[in-house]
């Protein structure tokens, strides 16, 4: 089945230290979808991504979809103690009755 | 407008006995889905439905059942609870998934602790 893989598992930064997380599916992904966790919370939606290529901003956050639609990353810039917590990446598949798959996700601790 | 909520939010259970998790949304929403997680392992779809009336197996369906007789319920039932189960459990919502930004909406789960 469609499996995706997120690293890093873990990453520690210094405040105003920039983050990447990285995604890659075994399938081409007719969507990518991003969550973030904070700690002890439940996974709250982010943005979504359909199109080849795509990039997409909000604030210090930038989003990409590769061209072939099957990997996708998420760059924080000038992180921040409020960006802790557990960015997930989500995808679905062409034909995936509507299913996301999500990745094991990368946990984030930023030192103030 | 409450979003999807979940009960309850910690439940101690002895093995072999049985529960019912309910989640319910207030969205309008036609997709449901039970995810757990379990530390390090992300989100794994155990059921999900697409409308009232229709549910469907995930990745970890097994000692799990599911109902939606209504758009806004999805209890998930578990039978002769076992530790493997112990574990937390978020129901999600989504209005039209793949086709909107809205993504899905999730509750604040349950954490079950089988012992």
């Known amino acids: 089945g469609q499996q995706v893989m997120q690293i890093p598992q873990y990453q520690h930064v210094q405040e105003g230290e920039d983050f990447t997380t990285y995604c890659n599916s075994s399938t081409t992904l007719s969507n990518i979808q991003w969550y973030k966790q904070r700690p002890g919370g439940h996974p709250v939606f982010l943005i979504q991504?359909?199109?080849?290529?795509e990039v997409k901003k909000q604030k210090r956050l930038t989003f990409q979809f590769g061209e072939a639609k099957k990997n996708s990353s998420l760059h924080i810039t000038a992180t921040q103690t409020t960006d802790v917590g557990t960015y997930f990446c989500a995808g679905e598949s062409g034909g995936s009755n509507y299913k996301l798959t999500f990745g094991k996700g990368t946990l984030l601790t930023v030192n103030p | 407008n409450a979003g999807v909520t979940q009960t309850p939010k910690f439940r101690i259970l002895k093995i072999g006995q049985s529960m019912t998790l309910q989640c319910t949304q207030d969205?309008?929403?036609?997709?449901m889905y039970w995810y757990r997680q379990d530390p390090g392992m992300g989100l794994k779809l155990i059921y999900y439905s697409v409308g009232a009336g229709i549910t469907d197996k995930g990745e970890v369906p097994n000692g799990y059942n599911v109902s939606r007789s209504t758009t806004e319920d999805f209890p998930l039932r578990l039978e002769l609870a076992a530790p493997s189960q112990t574990s937390v459990y978020f129901c999600?919502?989504?209005?039209?998934?793949?086709?909107?930004?809205?993504?899905?909406?999730f509750g604040s789960g349950t954490r079950l602790t089988v012992v």
């Open positions: 969205m309008n929403h036609n997709y």
């Open positions: 999600a919502s989504s209005f039209l998934p793949g086709k909107t930004n809205y993504g899905y909406t």
């Open positions: 991504l359909v199109k080849s290529g």
